[in-house]
């Protein structure tokens, strides 16, 4: 199942939980505006290369839309869809007050220079900077993007509408940036991963942790948890996976990567082949690379009790999707039932799903990894009020904004009697649908 039909899927669940009517559910669905322009540079060579940008502006009921800019080389429409549609519900599940977009480049960076990925961000921008702004559309790094991406689109926007800074968040901290930003999303995953473990009594100390992806995010993560007092017992990224039964040393093993490009050949572990991370036995697994990398094909195989969903939809659903299985409620809630009419209607269209008949409990994407979109928020505050907050502000606030984003899911758990999966996407499509029904929408 791809991304945007998986995506879907999951709305299409959380709008039979919350009772929505068809016609408002039909609009909730469908984009704003989407976006394609052809992006054409000169390279380094003389030559000319094209490129496809997207972007996809989902909803704005809510506020700005709000989503990254991703470059790799296989962007692609329905990815892009499906990512900006995430970002609506994320926004809306941490209660930040944004809608969601996504874009991307159809284009594999590592090839490309500096002054060619330059060139490339400034003609882009060229093409839709009269379609973002403040209070329309805020873009952010992604994958294949970083802060100097941002810088470039500030300046380039700037020209067109004066000095901007809120234009666009993950920039650097010299232009507007904010402090924190950089680990905001494994900081945000520490957070969650706090909140999900104390409700059933336990703490990040002595867990043991397997972690798939090593770059931003994932060694943030890692960092983060064996500072807490977690074991990290194996990571993997593009080069290769190590694997230490008595915890890596993650700040060697950092120093290693950024030595040597990559995690291989790091002797604080024993090589294993990264096609069996996922399925190593740990307490904690955290997917914090690329999507539908757990499915129908490994599910049975995971090991962990738990799942913190770092990536952006790394759970097909055929391997997830809570709906039939005696272990879906897994939320210390011991009053919980389940909802005959939703059981019947799940019955009527989905499978016995692997994950949930196992009693592995997910913490989902749009909650577990909206650190990174929180602190953008913080960002875009800082920079309309001219006023920026010391790093400890940042990440008291971020504690503060993700326990509560667990706290609400959990009890949309409890009123819909659902997993955490759908209590996010109730919690999300719930709050889009009553802000767009408040401004006016009719049936």
């Known amino acids: 199942m791809n991304a945007l039909a998986a995506t879907s899927r999951n709305f299409k669940q959380a709008a039979k939980?919350?009772?929505?009517?068809?016609?408002?559910?039909k609009s909730l669905l469908i984009p704003f505006r989407e976006i394609k322009v052809e992006c054409t540079i000169p390279k380094d060579d003389g030559t000319l290369a094209s490129y496809v940008g997207f972007r996809v502006q989902h909803d704005n009921a809510r506020g700005p839309m709000k989503g990254g800019i991703r470059y790799h080389h296989e962007v692609d429409p329905d990815e892009v869809n499906a990512l900006a549609q995430l970002m609506t519900w994320k926004t809306a599940v941490a209660n930040i007050p944004y809608g969601g977009a996504k874009g991307g480049i159809g284009c594999s960076p590592g090839d490309?220079?500096?002054?060619?990925?330059?060139?490339?961000?400034?003609?882009?921008?060229?093409?839709?900077?009269?379609?973002?702004?403040?209070?329309?559309?805020?873009?952010?790094?992604?994958?294949?993007?970083?802060?100097?991406?941002?810088?470039?689109?500030?300046?380039?926007y700037s020209k067109f509408h004066g000095y901007s800074p809120a234009v666009v968040t993950g920039k650097p901290v010299d232009l507007g940036g904010s402090l924190g930003r950089d680990a905001a999303t494994g900081r945000g995953v520490l957070f969650?991963?706090?909140?999900?473990?104390?409700?059933?009594?336990?703490?990040?100390?002595?867990?043991?942790?397997?972690?798939?992806?090593?770059?931003?995010?994932?060694?943030?993560?890692?960092?983060?948890?064996?500072?807490?007092?977690?074991?990290?017992?194996?990571i993997s990224d593009v080069t290769g996976a190590v694997k230490n039964s008595n915890g890596l040393d993650i700040a060697k093993l950092m120093k290693h990567s950024l030595e040597n490009r990559g995690i291989k050949g790091f002797d604080g572990g024993d090589a294993i082949d990264p096609r069996s991370l996922l399925t190593e036995e740990c307490d904690v697994l955290?997917?914090?690379?690329?999507?539908?990398?757990?499915?129908?094909d490994n599910a049975n195989e995971i090991k962990a009790k738990y799942i913190i969903e770092a990536a952006n939809h790394p759970t097909d659903p055929e391997a997830d999707e809570a709906s039939t299985s005696d272990s879906i409620w897994q939320t210390n809630t011991p009053t919980a039932t389940k909802c005959t009419i939703c059981l019947k209607c799940f019955l009527s269209e989905f499978l016995l799903q692997i994950l949930s008949k196992k009693g592995v409990l997910i913490l989902p994407d749009i909650l577990a990894n909206s650190g990174g979109v929180t602190v953008s928020y913080f960002?875009?505050?800082?920079n309309?009020?001219?006023?920026?907050?010391?790093?400890?502000?940042?990440?008291?606030?971020?504690?503060?904004?993700?326990?509560?984003?667990?706290?609400?899911?959990?009890?949309?758990?409890?009123?819909?009697?659902?997993?955490?999966?759908?209590?996010?996407?109730t919690l999300g499509v719930n709050r889009v649908a009553r802000a767009t029904v408040l401004r006016g929408w009719e049936a």
């Open 112 to 156: 490309l220079s500096i002054s060619e990925l330059e060139r490339l961000t400034r003609v882009f921008t060229q093409k839709i900077h009269d379609l973002i702004g403040i209070h329309t559309d805020v873009p952010a790094p992604d994958m294949g993007t970083n802060s100097q991406t941002m810088a470039w689109i500030l300046d380039e």
């Open 384 to 425: 309309i009020q001219g006023f920026m907050w010391d790093e400890e502000k940042v990440n008291n606030e971020l504690k503060t904004y993700m326990t509560r984003g667990f706290r609400d899911v959990k009890e949309m758990c409890r009123s819909h009697h659902c997993d955490l999966r759908m209590g996010a996407f």
């Open 192 to 234: 969650a991963t706090e909140a999900l473990l104390a409700e059933h009594g336990k703490g990040i100390a002595g867990q043991r942790f397997v972690i798939q992806g090593f770059g931003n995010v994932g060694s943030w993560a890692a960092q983060l948890i064996s500072e807490a007092g977690g074991k990290v017992i194996a």
């Open 286 to 296: 955290i997917p914090a690379a690329l999507g539908g990398v757990i499915n129908k």
């Open 379 to 382: 960002e875009w505050v800082q």
């Open 17 to 25: 939980l919350l009772g929505l009517d068809s016609k408002l559910e």
